[in-house]
């Protein structure tokens, strides 16, 4: 018998599953977005070729606001605009050579399930609980509005922002924190109302976090904009989030009477790294332990305005949860820029993945985007 000679360390990479106020799907297809792939796919590589145990996952949200928003605007089923684009998205990253142990969606009902089980278990810890909050109505379209229905002016900088974030300042946002709100839909400005809520008790992590982020900086293991942002948050003092919505599609609140409610994207699509994972093993009956417990190191691939979804929140859910390790590598891309101008789909300002498949090679692809990757070269 050979001794071991090696021992061999568990690499659980992540790549975002883009839930984060993005033009979600349309947006995904673009060259910023793809390039954001990248990083996931060589770390993947690296760590096999290195002989690591290496598990690469990632996936479609299905349950955002803009799928929704889409559904409405052709007048189709949400269902049907999730399969249209996860199948495109599927079907691009296999032609580009991904090499996904997992890549999956947030409709099915095994990430329900699971979903519903981590809320439940927070409840049960208490870092969840039940909170009685005025929420932003349109009287006009007569329903409470999701974040991204509600615009305005930032009240940190002074920019226009959405009900969840601005993107001038990276403040997290709630939608009745804006100045001056409207309706996205009808531009008239919404009013509140009382409505229930469930509320994460991210106050309760402050400390776990503080240390965390100083070793993550002691240790080099964040870049830079990863590292400053979580702290200028963690200066400022983490405040409870709520973690339930009046959303039509979703995860449902698995509790007698709020079954109306679905859990928020900070625990639902966050937890869709940890949900993969499950999947994983399910389907290739494997152990998903092996990629919870401290021996393994992780990796969270996104793009820079997801900082504090996976340094914070996500970060937050699993000391929650008693999980280990809490991401060991944030890897946050800035973004790529097209003649010096930053991409949009909104704008049409962008490259299309399908577009540039049909006529370069998937290789060149690859090595092009690699090379000026932005933050790689220093
Ligand atoms: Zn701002
Ligand atoms: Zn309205």
Redesign the pocket.
């Known amino acids: 018998m050979f001794s071991k000679l090696k021992s061999y360390r568990e690499v659980f990479i992540n790549e975002c599953f883009y839930w984060w106020g993005l033009g979600l799907c349309e947006w995904l297809i673009t060259f910023r977005s793809y390039y954001k792939f990248v990083p996931g796919d060589i770390l993947a590589r690296y760590y096999r070729l290195r002989g690591e145990i290496v598990l690469y996952v990632s996936g479609s949200d299905c349950n955002g606001t803009p799928i929704t928003i889409r559904a409405k605007q052709e007048g189709v089923t949400p269902k049907e605009i999730a399969d249209r684009y996860h199948q495109e998205f599927a079907d691009c990253f296999a032609r580009l050579g991904f090499t996904y142990d997992t890549y999956t969606r947030t409709d099915t009902t095994y990430h329900h399930k699971i979903v519903q089980e981590i809320f439940l278990e927070l409840l049960d810890k208490g870092y969840i609980y039940k909170k009685e909050i005025e929420q932003t109505y ?1 009287e ?2 007569q329903q409470f ?1 999701p974040d991204r229905y509600v615009e305005g002016i930032c009240p940190h900088c002074g920019a226009n922002a959405r009900g969840d974030q601005c993107d001038a300042c990276s403040s997290v946002l709630e939608p009745f924190e804006l100045l001056d709100r409207k ?1 996205k ?4 400005p ?1 009013i509140t109302r009382f409505t229930e809520h469930f509320y994460f008790s991210l106050s309760s992590f402050q400390n776990v976090l503080e240390n965390y982020t100083q070793e993550a900086e002691d240790k080099n293991l964040w870049r830079e904009n990863a590292i400053s942002l979580t702290k200028r948050y963690l200066k400022e003092g983490l405040q409870d989030r709520a973690v339930s919505r009046d959303l039509p599609i979703g995860v449902s609140v698995p509790i007698v009477g709020y079954e109306d409610k679905k859990i928020y994207v900070w625990i639902e699509a966050l937890s869709g790294y940890y949900t993969a994972s499950k999947l994983w093993a399910k389907e290739t009956n494997n152990d998903d332990s092996t990629f919870w417990n401290t021996s393994a190191q992780s990796y969270y691939v996104h793009g820079k305005d997801n900082i504090p979804f996976h340094s914070i929140i996500w970060a937050g859910i699993l000391a929650g949860l008693g999980k280990e390790p809490l991401p060991t590598h944030i890897v946050s891309n800035e973004y790529l820029t097209l003649e010096k101008k930053k991409l949009s789909t909104s704008k049409n300002w962008a490259v299309w993945v399908p577009d540039i498949l049909e006529r370069y090679e998937p290789d060149s692809i690859r090595y092009f985007l690699t090379i000026n990757a932005p933050g790689y070269h220093h």
Do not use: V
């Open positions: 349109c006009y379209e509005l309706c839909i009808c531009g008239n919404p």
